[in-house]
């Protein structure tokens, strides 16, 4: 047992010994191998977290980065726009429906395929065409049934305006601005997209109509010569049929749309024998199918289709017969018809070893009357907006810049009604030829049925013509027929 006295000693002892440690405190640091590693790992466990999540919200940062980098394209878009939202990568993974009067493996639905893939690749956004045979039937169908597509390629204006009055598309305008639109398109292409004074859709590409092909080739060789007169191409007529061949190959069949091709050629003699204010005033309904006007331009074009001796199979042979099919007997050898009225899109029906110049060519469907100059038929599809969404729009502002019909332009078949396309973006000379050939034209019109009424310019009009064609019905009563018709 420690006694008092040893105990006193003690405690001295240790205040000394703690006063030694405190005065020590300004020495020389530890060394690292002297100190405590508690507190230091302790500290670095703490810091691990951080840098991890501060590595990951910098990886994020980046990725975003990346994601919202500007796709690269050789086509403008407008700024501030959905398109440019979309070359962004924003509405990547969405996909867009298109219906319109072409199937998808058609010619011009595999030149729409090709025309699309750069906005797809650029986007990420998928375009589903639809499209069919029977389109100006069963899209009001599906409309009717709420089930519309989200964009619709319309070849007829009439059938366009019915839905934009009926409330069912959705105005451009809401979405383009007028500098955009006014750089892309003359005034003249945006009033076929004006309804009751607001643009509902935009243009996407024409056809002229106005046009003759001819094996340039055997043409030639056989001595014939291009008309300038409807005197002259009447007489070429007649001399090719002396010469024991068909001048003539023409076909109108076209499934539900049996009938148009007889439209046009009824729409190329109102402009040839008549003035454009009765061509106006008939497309408007003001001018009555059974006037004498209208009955004099079709018995004009019925002078050659009922001759049996001018056409290919005769008469009879005229509604049966697709209109694509109509000219592949032009490319025998020899030729089997020699003279074929249609849009530079029938081109897209030719062979496809056929060479322009060479194994064809075209000329102007000459005036009747010089009286009403040298007037051009011309025809295009446009499209409207069903379905407002993101990406919907970002296709449509796509549609208004000529890169959106480079599957035409280059392999045939349509001309950009954009006027920023330029010539080389055209891969042959046909179509910038006939984009010519319209612009020195004394006037041109656009397709008069297809701006009629959908009930008449896409009902009556085709039924009653294609039964006066058959034979099944007489011309009076087929224009009493769709005047009666009219809304």
Known sequence: MLNQKTFKLLAIMLALALILVACGGGGEEPDAAETDTGDTAADTEEAAPDTAAEEEAMDEEEAMDEEMEMAEVDFDYPPGGFLERALTGEFAGTTVT?????????????????????FEEATGITVNYIGNKEFEGSITIRVDAGDAPDVVDFPQPGLFANFARAGEIVPVTEFMTEEWLSQQYNPGWREFNTVDGTEYGVMMRFSGKSLVWYPVDDFEAAGYEVPTTWDELLALTQQIADDG????????????????????????????????ENYDAW??????????????AIETWSEVWFNDDYVFGGRDSIVSTFFGDAP????????????????????SFF????EFGVDYNFFYLPPVDEAYGRPFLVAGDLVAMFNDRPEVRALMEYFTVPQSVSGWMEGGGAIAAQQTATRDM????LDWSVAELVNQATSFRFDGSDLMPGEVG?????????????????LDTAMQEIDATWP
């Open 98 to 118: 298109v219906d319109g009067a072409f199937e998808g493996n058609d010619p011009d639905g595999v030149k729409f395929g090709e025309s699309v893939a750069a």
């Open 245 to 276: 061949d068909a001048p003539w190959c023409i076909g109108i069949g076209s499934d539900a749309a049996t009938g148009w091709v007889a439209t046009d050629w009824t729409e190329e003699m109102m402009l040839r024998t008549t003035s454009l």
């Open 283 to 296: 497309v408007t309904g003001d001018l009555p199918f059974d006037s004498p006007e209208v009955k004099n």
């Open 328 to 347: 592949t007997p032009m490319f025998e050898d020899p030729p089997q018809c020699w003279l074929h009225k249609q849009a530079n899109f029938i081109t």
């Open 351 to 354: 062979p496809e070893d056929a």
């Open 426 to 429: 055209y891969g042959s000379d």
């Open 458 to 474: 896409a009902g009556s009009f085709w039924e009653q013509i294609t039964s006066y064609v058959a034979g099944s019905i007489d």
